[in-house]
T-cell receptor
Framework: SQQGEEDPQALSIQEGENATMNCSYK?????LQWYRQNSGRGLVHLIL?????REKHSGRLRVTLDTSKKSSSLLITASRAADTASYFC????????????FGKGTLLTVNP | GAVVSQHPSRVICKSGTSVKIECRSL??????MFWYRQFPKQSLMLMAT?????????EQGVEKDKFLINHASLTLSTLTVTSAHPEDSSFYIC????????????FGDGTRLSIL
């Protein structure tokens, strides 16, 4: 079953603006991960946030996790045209470190 | 970084052909590898989980005789689509992960399979 659900499904912004994508899930998790996929390519791991963490940063990326609301957000600051891609959240359920369930993704377009 | 190589990147073949896709972890030992299928503009659908030296675990609805998975070593897993038909046309992606808790998956670049 589909675990993560991202919103919005599509987001179009101008270079330099911030982009925020949200993810909701339904069951208890061990961790939540964000991935990026460029068209026709594989996925690139961005950030992993554990269930006992609330916020994590990596460069221009900021991820938050609210386990009480079963939701996460990915913020990309000062976006660039090269950030144009699909972004997926994926959850690893409690008791399993390995098997991920992916959401449907958010297609981000950053216009130059 | 962790690099996963997937080959071939694109296959076009006739109906009835069997196609083998390789997934290699180049700089780490992958205790577990995963095979996904992705339809256009959709999310990844897990097909099977492959552990080195043991039989793959298939997701519900995935035919194990149709999609043969072999994980012969800690760096190589293969997916063979047997007697492929047009409905098997899709984007297939592998990933690999290290042993241990809270490890991310590292993905290959995918294989675009087109069955004529």
């Amino acid at each position: 079953s589909q675990q993560g659900e991202e919103d919005p499904q599509a987001l179009s912004i101008q270079e330099g603006e911030n982009a925020t994508m949200n993810c909701s899930y339904k069951t208890s998790i061990n961790n939540l991960q964000w991935y990026r996929q460029n068209s026709g390519r594989g996925l690139v791991h961005l950030i992993l946030i554990r269930s006992n963490e609330r916020e994590k940063h990596s460069g221009r990326l900021r991820v938050t996790l609210d386990t009480s609301k079963k939701s996460s957000s990915l913020l990309i600051t000062a976006s660039r045209a090269a950030d144009t891609a699909s972004y997926f959240c994926a959850t690893a359920p409690s008791g399993s470190n390995y098997k991920l369930t992916f959401g449907k993704g958010t297609l981000l377009t950053v216009n130059p | 970084g962790a690099v996963v190589s997937q080959h071939p990147s694109r296959v076009i073949c006739k109906s009835g052909t069997s196609v083998k896709i390789e997934c290699r972890s180049l700089d780490f030992q992958a205790t577990t590898m995963f095979w996904y299928r992705q339809f256009p503009k959709q999310s990844l659908m897990l097909m099977a989980t492959s552990n080195e030296g043991s039989k793959a675990t298939y997701e519900q609805g995935v035919e194990k005789d149709k999609f043969l998975i072999n994980h012969a070593s800690l760096t190589l897993s293969t997916l063979t689509v047997t007697s492929a038909h047009p409905e098997d046309s899709s984007f297939y992606i592998c990933s690999a992960t290290r042993r241990g808790s809270n490890q991310p998956q590292h993905f290959g670049d995918g294989t675009r399979l087109s069955i004529l």
